[in-house]
């Protein structure tokens, strides 16, 4: 029987805890927002949804803004949200 532990992760934008490989880690590197399927970039992570209303939920609750602690503007959420889109395109 397995019983092998599942790391959980919370989505900053709709807070549900899931295991982590259901969630997209986005992080805050030096290309700036982007996201890190493979979830091997360096820099600040956040989880979220695949689904690009957790993004903005994450704006609107400030999510992004205490756990990269910096303000994110809208155009870099826009690109995010577009590149969330293309990777669930071509994942499922
Ligand atoms: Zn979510």
Redesign the pocket.
Known sequence: MMNKRIPMRT?V????VKPQKELIRIVDGADGLVIDPEGKKNGRGVY??P?T??IY?AIKNNGFKRSLKRNIDKDTIDKLAEELEEYGQENG
Do not use: L, N, P
């Not at 934008?13 to 549900?16: E, I, L, N, T």
């Open positions: 989505c934008g709709c807070k549900a979220v949804c689904d209303k957790c939920d």
